[in-house]
């Protein structure tokens, strides 16, 4: 049984089977149960990232640290649903001081009042490391982090020095624009592993590389070499900054952007940005000299197949040229090299306006798999005009996030015309979000099997119209399951669209939702949940209400409740009404009335079963 020999063996190797065998499906799950021991014994990261935590809170200290443990080393990706309620547990077992060696997300959701003082810079580093955005829904708990880092600094400085920047890591990306041009240059390294950065911090950046201050020297002086150790942030130059550079070791970089563009190491968002940056300085030196050239006529001569093989090929011919020098017959051949350059969007369009030249009728199937980076340009009545058959063409179309959210049900609407079906593997590659935007009667046409073998979807970002019906289908898929618990499972996801009946049907069973499940409840349901009945829902999650009390649905939900009732909650009325950090815009959730719905689906299992701490492991532990 390899490491786990031992250390989890007996009944309590049973329940970390039970644990992580929960999948997505009511059918993995049988299959899982069959072998459980063995599974588990494999140790495999696709096991631990099915972690659940109401079993796991029946672990013992020693099994929970293990567990822990192996997920670090694993470097198992888990959500913020499982991390929130995963640290409560660490947090209630005495763990949370062995934070070295948990995973860096994890310590993101740590109780930070019990960061001791010695430890807060090894905290602080380890925490670095980890993804802020898993805490887009505890906004108190980020920027509790974020001062939390700043008191851990050893100078005290308004300016952040090399070791402040080592200690901080990705802590950096919540600070203010103004401490970056401020900051030892190596801050770079910081930046990097942002995933965005605010216009005021794009800014920021400009005005540190255009100091001269950092290892790239001023841009006058940078070298091919210098700006590739920028990674993504070479991205954000602004044009200003380009037009001071050398123009050979531009041109160099130019090249190797697009090569790693073709490569799929830079991202068509990051591309792009770069493209219509370099280019614009590129135009705005062409204003300038006198030798430049006006008006649509073809320049450059007309493009060829070896034109689009140059990665220099936007800079030699700017989307006017496009347009005056591409020929109908070299685009419908060479169609794949030339979207194989990050053609701005105004480059975009003329590609477009050519395509229906050649295709009036509309683009034929196996064009539409060619043409996805496009797709946002077409309105619904064009898609209309498109025959499509294929999954595979649905998928290339929506799954790779460059289609339009709203256009989503165009584009299934003429799969479903062609007697396509809505597959649950068709759904998982898809992805939740894209649910969102089918309409009421698409989601009706997928069967209940299909849903249950698409599983656990996220649609968090759904509004709540959608997230309503969805909650519907759902209830429809899973309502046969024989559990409270695993019933719980498999609709933690759609609980956004629950009335507040089967909200209060939960909390009697003691599922102990977390905070992430809960910020995503409909905002006007809540309002209908007591006290009471929101502690019970929580159970040992209850305290995260302070790390999310600036999350607009727990902020309006805590501004109804009385100074009693909020005293019951541990806040007083000032902490309820507390302002959002000034770090981040929160976008208040639809709250669109729900049309009425049954309370249970049928064969709802009986309340309370699975809820009490006398568990039967071989009736409830692997039964769904």
Not at 145 to 165: F, I, M, R
Not at 279 to 299: I, T, Y
Request: aromatic residues 6%; contains cysteine.
């Amino acid at each position: 049984m390899g490491p786990w020999a031992g250390v989890l063996a007996g009944p309590g190797l049973a329940l970390l089977v039970s644990l992580t065998a929960h999948c997505s499906s009511p059918e993995t799950q049988d299959k899982l149960d069959g072998d459980g021991a063995g599974q588990w014994a494999s140790a495999n990261a696709s096991l631990l990232r099915d972690f659940w935590c109401q079993p796991a809170g029946q672990l013992s200290r020693d099994q929970l640290s293990t567990l822990v443990r192996r997920m670090a080393a694993q470097q198992v990706p888990l959500g913020a649903w499982q991390l929130s309620c995963l640290a409560n547990l660490v947090r209630r077992r005495g763990l949370q001081h062995d934070f070295e060696r948990h995973p860096p997300d994890l310590l993101l959701f740590y109780d930070l009042a019990q960061v001791r003082a010695d430890d807060c810079q090894a905290f602080t580093h380890r925490a670095g490391q980890g993804d802020l955005e898993l805490l887009a829904n505890l906004p108190d708990q980020r920027a509790a982090l974020k001062h939390k880092a700043l008191d851990c600094l050893v100078g005290g400085s308004p300016q952040l020095n090399a070791s402040d920047l080592l200690l901080l890591g990705s802590l950096v990306c919540d600070l203010d624009a103004a401490s970056i041009p401020a900051a030892d240059p190596r801050i770079l390294q910081n930046l990097q592993h942002c995933p965005r950065l605010t216009t005021a911090q794009q800014d920021a950046l400009n005005t540190l590389l255009a100091s001269g201050r950092t290892e790239l020297g001023s841009p006058s002086s940078w070298t091919l070499e210098g700006l590739q150790t920028l990674g993504p942030l070479a991205t954000h130059i602004r044009p200003r900054l380009w037009m001071q550079v050398p123009e050979a070791v531009g041109l160099d970089f130019f090249r190797s952007s697009v090569a790693a563009f073709r490569e799929g190491h830079l991202s068509p968002r990051d591309a792009r940005r770069f493209v219509s940056g370099f280019l614009e300085a590129k135009a705005k030196a062409k204003v300038a000299s006198p030798r430049s050239r006006r008006g649509r006529a073809c320049v450059h001569g007309d493009i060829t197949a070896a034109t689009l093989r140059d990665e220099l090929f936007l800079v030699r011919y700017d989307c006017p040229q496009l347009e005056s020098c591409l020929g109908s017959r070299v685009l419908r051949a060479n169609l794949d090299p030339l979207l194989q350059h990050p053609l701005p969007a105004e480059c975009q369009r003329v590609v477009k306006a050519k395509l229906g030249q050649i295709y009036p009728r509309g683009l034929p199937e196996d064009q539409l798999r060619r043409i996805t980076s496009l797709v946002y340009l077409y309105s619904s009545s064009e898609i209309g005009q498109w025959n499509i058959t294929s999954g595979d063409t649905v998928l290339a179309l929506l799954a790779a996030d460059v289609a339009l959210d709203n256009q989503t049900e165009a584009v299934l609407q003429k799969f479903l015309d062609h007697h396509g079906k809505l597959t649950g593997p068709l759904l998982v590659a898809m992805g939740g979000s894209r649910l969102c935007w089918m309409s009421p009667r698409q989601i009706q046409t997928i069967g209940p099997s299909e849903f249950r073998l698409a599983g656990a979807l996220d649609i968090s970002a759904c509004p709540q119209s959608r997230k309503n019906v969805l909650y519907a289908k759902a209830r429809e898929a899973f309502g046969g399951t024989r559990t409270t618990a695993a019933y719980y499972r498999f609709m933690r996801p759609y609980l956004g669209g629950a009335p507040v009946e089967e909200l209060q049907h939960l909390a009697q069973a003691n599922v102990s939702m977390d905070i992430d499940t809960f910020t995503n409840l409909n905002p006007r349901v809540l309002q209908s949940l007591s006290v009471g009945n929101v502690t019970t829902l929580l159970g040992q999650n209850v305290g995260d209400l302070q790390k999310a009390r600036s999350h607009p649905t727990i902020s309006s939900w805590l501004r109804s409740l009385s100074s009693s009732a909020l005293g019951e909650l541990g806040f007083n009325a000032k902490a309820a009404s507390t302002a959002r950090p000034d770090f981040m815009t929160l976008e208040t959730p639809s709250t669109q009335p729900r049309p009425p719905r049954p309370v249970f689906p049928s064969g709802l299992p009986a309340k309370g079963i699975e809820g009490s701490a006398s568990v039967h492991m071989s009736s409830t532990i692997f039964g769904v």
